[in-house]
C-alpha cells in the first residue's frame, strides 16, 4: 500500500519509516504537518494514498481537523485514518471517529500491534474496491442484477455521525478500554430489505441505505451518537452522555420520517422503506469481548424484530384467506 504518515515528531516518522521496511510491501510518505500533508495530497502527480497515519496534537492543523479535511474530498472520502497518538482522553476518541477515524491506536504502540492494524486495513481496503466497482458498474448498467451482498457493510459519505462499520467495531473497543460513561447501543434494521435486495440495482440499494441512513441521523440529531450500517439492511448506534434511548419512540419518529420523504427507484417508482427497532443493550460495565458481544446482539435484536415482523404480517394474510 502507499501510506502517508503526518507526526511533529520527527522519532516516530523514523520509527514508522523502519517499522515499514521490517514488515515490507508498502511504500511510506511522511510530512511532519497537516498544511505539509495536504500539499503533498495537492501536488501535482502526488500518488494515491491507500492508508494515512494521523498524530492528533500537532500544531497549526490538528490529526481530527486533518482527518476531517481528507473526509471532504472525493478521492479520500473512504481511505482508512489510523490514529497514532498519546492522546488516550476519551474526547479524543469521540472526535476522531466523529471526524472519519478508522483505527485509533496509542502511543507507545507494540510493533506487533501497528502491524496487525495494517493489516487489518489492506483488507478493507480491497473489499471496498470490489465493492466500489460493482456499485458504479451498476450506475451505468442500472438493469444489471444487485451484485452487492446483502451481508456486506456499505461506506456511507457525507452523513452526519455516520462512520463504517470497522470503524464502528474499532470505536466500541477504544470504549472498552476505558470507561464507557453509560453508552448504549440499539439497532434498525428496514424491513423487507430481502425484497429490496432482490430487485433492485447495486447502485439503487446503495441509495436506499444511504438515505434511510440520512433520515435516521438527521432523527438522533441532537444527541451524541455514532452510526454504522452493518449489513443486512442494519443500522447499529452507540450513544454517549448517558441517554438511553426510548427506541420505539425513535421508530416511530423514523417511519414518519420515511413516510413522508419521496424516495424513487430508477423506473421512477416510489419507494416506501420502514425500519424496525431492536432492544437497547447499555455498555456500562462492561469491557472487551462483552462489549463487542452486546453490539452484535443489539444488531441480532433488530433482524430478529424484523424477520418477527414479516412473520406477522404473512400470519395475518394467510388468516384472511382461510376466513
Known sequence: MQILAVDDDPIILELLKQFMVAVGGHSLS????????????????????????FDIQMPGMDGIELTRRMRETARYADTPVLMLTAMADKRYVDNAFAAGATDYV?????????????GLVEGLVAARQSRTKKIFAAQAMPEQPNTVELFEPISIYDVDNV??????????????????????????????????????????????????AEVISDTLMGHQFLMSYAGNGTFVCVTESGWRPDVAKLMDAINLSLATTELYDNTGERLHPRVIAG????????????VMDALATAHASAEAAAVAHMDAQKDFWDMGKSA
Open 106 to 118: 496509542t502511543k507507545p504502540f507494540e510493533v506487533s500491534e501497528l502491524k496487525a492494524r495494517i
Open 279 to 290: 432492544a437497547p443493550e447499555r455498555l456500562i460495565w462492561k469491557s472487551g469481548a462483552s
Open 163 to 212: 462512520i463504517e462499520y470497522m470503524a464502528m467495531q474499532n470505536y466500541v473497543a477504544q470504549l472498552s478500554r476505558s470507561a464507557l460513561f453509560g453508552s448504549t447501543t440499539f439497532a434498525f434494521t428496514i424491513r423487507e430489505i430481502e425484497t429490496y435486495h432482490r430487485t433492485m440495482s447495486a447502485f439503487e440499494f446503495f441509495s436506499l441505505i444511504s438515505d434511510v
Open 30 to 53: 511522511v510530512a511532519l504537518s497537516g498544511a505539509e500533508a495536504l500539499e503533498m495530497i495537492n501536488a501535482e502527480n502526488a500518488p494515491r494514498f491507500d492508508c494515512f497515519l
